[in-house]
């Protein structure tokens, strides 16, 4: 198996009773170099969450739910080489920093592939499959959050057509720039 052979994974939902799985990759995600600039958890919070969490996030975005999807991409031997969720906010709702959502759109978060399969392509083909599942469901556009110093995130997420709104979400000590596809 090469790890630049794009023969060598398929992209899929994941299914419910996998939350071992989806603990796993996800504590992997935070224990990544740039975890900080990435995600809005921490491996030392994640790694102490009891089973029933697991197992209810992970029915939530599984093959078959309405209001998310997690999807991955599966190489031969079950191993999975990256993985995204795609969430879906409603036109009138707040979303989970208390702004307005004003249409209906795709949220993508959770976005992390394992080093070995950077640059493979695998990361294309998770964004092709979740943004698909968001247009299917009526999203008018679709977006996510990059932090300001995370530049290869940047950088990635422009290539695979997201363009800088305009909007940036302060947090603490740091700056979001929200990208959109629409």
């Given at each position: ?46 790694v ?20 998310a ?22 036109a ?35 964004f ?15 977006r ?39």
């Open positions: 198996m090469s790890a630049s052979d794009p023969r060598d994974w398929a992209v899929r939902a994941i299914r419910a009773d996998e939350w071992a799985a989806v603990k796993a990759m996800r504590l992997t995600a935070l224990r990544d170099p740039l975890a900080h600039l990435a995600f809005l958890d921490t491996y030392e919070r994640a102490v969450r009891p089973e029933s969490y697991w197992r209810e996030r992970t029915a939530g975005a599984a093959e078959g739910a309405a209001g999807r997690q999807v991955v991409a599966e190489v031969p031997g079950g191993a999975w080489a990256g993985t995204l969720t795609v969430l879906m906010e409603e009138g709702a707040t979303d989970w920093a208390g702004h307005p959502v004003e249409r209906r759109q795709g949220h993508v978060v959770g976005v992390y592939v394992r080093p070995q399969w950077r640059g493979t392509g695998v990361i294309g083909e998770l092709d499959a979740g943004v698909a599942w968001a247009w299917g469901r009526g999203a008018e556009r679709v996510l959050l990059v932090h300001e110093d995370n530049g290869r995130a940047q950088g990635c997420y422009r290539k695979l057509g997201f363009v800088p709104s305009g909007v940036t979400v302060p947090g603490e000590n740091e700056l979001e720039f929200v990208l959109v596809r629409d």
